[in-house]
């Protein structure tokens, strides 16, 4: 079974810092880049990074660029999402998430997705 | 970035009622546009990749179309499990932005 397993979530101090992680099985991890989107309480769905396949490569969105590194670690199976300069603004829930699977072409869709990780910024 | 409305926001309806959500994006995309289906505390729960492929185990009910900057989802009779938030997205280029999402609530 195909599994995403986020970690690392909690209370922290506006100008903080906190790590995610996001365990996954059941795929060959180190085929595919892996991304990261957010739900802040109320709100909708917001994308937030993304890492390619071999780590080589990022994206990040505005609103976390320049605060927030993306990482991966393909013989632990882990991505991880390195949060600085935290605002309340960045409370949410975080999900780590990667491309569907699909015989031949592109896949444009997310699948599975993790529970998710709630990240309370607040003093 | 690529913005994407969703019309309605809100709707109220039955069991056994058709709906149909429509996703707009604000250039073309191809058919690079996903639906999910989400519910308070799950995970998103991919309904429809590539604007028409129905995700495996997802229920035939579901239906997607669309191409270029207009797409929609459609559930031909709806069930109660189906009361839940739907969001499009687009995955043409970065950031994959989501639509602001359309809450399907019991009439």
């Known amino acids: 079974e195909v599994q995403l397993v986020e970690s690392g979530g909690g209370l922290v101090q506006p100008g903080g810092s906190l790590r995610l992680s996001c365990s996954a099985s059941?795929?060959?991890?180190?085929?595919?880049?892996m991304h990261w989107v957010r739900q802040a309480p109320g709100k909708g769905l917001e994308y937030v990074s993304v890492?390619?396949?071999?780590?080589?490569?990022?994206y990040y969105s505005d609103s976390v660029k320049g605060r927030f590194t993306i990482s991966r670690d393909n013989s632990k199976n882990t991505v991880y999402l390195q949060m600085s300069s935290l605002r309340a603004e960045d409370t949410a829930v975080y999900h780590c998430?990667?491309?569907?699977?699909?015989?031949?072409?592109?896949?444009?869709?997310?699948?599975?997705w993790g529970q998710g990780t709630l990240v309370t910024v607040s003093s | 970035d690529i913005q994407l409305t969703q019309s309605p926001s809100f709707l109220s309806a039955s069991v056994g009622d058709r709906v149909t959500i429509t996703c707009r994006a604000s250039?073309?995309?191809?058919?690079?546009l996903a639906w999910y289906q989400h519910k308070p505390g799950k995970a998103p729960k991919l309904l429809i990749y590539t604007a028409s492929t129905l995700q495996s185990g997802v229920p035939s009910r579901f239906s997607g179309s669309g191409s270029g900057t207009e797409f929609t989802l459609t559930i031909s009779s709806l069930q109660p499990e189906d009361f839940a938030t739907y969001y499009c997205?687009?995955?043409?280029?970065?950031?994959?932005?989501f639509g602001p999402g359309t809450k399907v609530d019991i009439k």
């Open positions: 890492i390619n396949s071999n780590g080589g490569s990022t």
């Open positions: 997205q687009q995955l043409n280029s970065y950031p994959f932005t």
């Open positions: 998430t990667k491309r569907v699977y699909c015989s031949g072409g592109s896949c444009y869709g997310f699948d599975p």
């Open positions: 059941g795929f060959t991890f180190s085929s595919y880049a």
């Open positions: 250039q073309g995309i191809s058919s690079s």
